[in-house]
């Protein structure tokens, strides 16, 4: 009874999602993500719960920012992860947006140089932006970048999901200890990796973020250091009209894993200050 239940309580969380992917097929591909995001918004604004602990989070990084700025953030935020999440579960139309994404930054001449030499390299980026159009602007110029990924409860949702990422580029992970062993089999024979580490990581560091200490994978750091390749951290910042900047940063330089992950830190909060509504403020970052 208990597993029917729980069979049923994922089908009614799914329903949305599969009425919004079906339902606005007939309609163009921008016009299908800005649906996405009005849905999250007014999710956002009647269901207090999210929008609240997106509030919560803000309030903590930006401790000076007035009730009303963090309110319109958070249902920034909202509209922003409904079309993310838009985007990535027509992944295969978010290519063609990619391919016309602005792409600048030395990061991108050093990652051709390392698949040239047949070298692996990791890139590490966030739930910022549209993360996922990297990977697809990486595949587009012969470097097919695989990806870490954490299984969703729902299996309706984690089925179009796995689908969808699997799409911007081979391998697609899991992530814990099985697809570490298929992620460093992966580099080691030249290939590349994205990775998300902006997640409360429980075995992570402790490591300032926002002035806070915020559990933080080394793994990144620590796979780039033992394999001896390039730690590119990108970002992809979403303009107004929906198009997309990417900008491949330098290699972090080498040197100890701690360090490095400061690093990137450091260069995601930049990123997050400028574009707070690009954040995903959901997570249990601290």
């Not at 997106?54 to 079309?83: D, K, T, W, Y």
């Amino acid at each position: 009874m208990q597993a029917k239940l729980t069979t049923l309580k994922y089908l009614v969380q799914f329903l949305p999602i599969w009425l919004l992917l079906n339902g606005a097929r007939v309609v163009p591909f921008r016009t299908r993500v800005r649906l996405f995001g009005a849905v999250f918004a007014a999710i956002a604004t009647l269901l207090p719960p999210a929008r609240r602990r997106a509030e919560r989070n803000l309030a903590r990084a930006f401790p000076e920012m007035p009730a009303a700025e963090l309110r319109r953030i958070s249902i920034a935020v909202a509209r922003h992860v409904g079309s993310t999440l838009g985007e990535i579960l027509n992944n295969d139309e978010l290519a063609d947006v990619a391919r016309d994404a602005k792409v600048s930054g030395p990061g991108f001449d050093v990652l051709k140089q390392a698949r040239a030499e047949g070298k692996g390299a990791i890139i590490i980026s966030a739930h910022f932006g549209q993360w996922e159009a990297i990977r697809h602007v990486l595949k587009q110029n012969g470097m097919e970048t695989g990806a870490v990924y954490k299984r969703n409860t729902n299996p309706f949702y984690e089925e179009i999901f796995l689908d969808a990422i699997r799409k911007g580029g081979e391998p697609v992970v899991e992530s814990g200890s099985a697809g570490m062993v298929q992620t460093v089999r992966h580099i080691r024979k030249g290939g590349f990796f994205a990775i998300l580490p902006d997640q409360r990581f429980k075995k992570g560091t402790a490591l300032a973020f926002f002035g806070h200490p915020a559990w933080t994978s080394l793994v990144p750091a620590e796979l780039a250091l033992k394999y001896d390749i390039p730690l590119v951290p990108a970002y992809a910042t979403r303009r107004r009209d929906g198009s997309i900047d990417i900008e491949f940063e330098a290699p972090i330089p080498h040197s100890t894993s701690t360090a490095m992950m400061e690093e990137s830190l450091k260069g995601l909060e930049k990123r997050i200050r400028a574009h707070p509504e690009q954040w995903y403020w959901y997570h249990n970052r601290w």
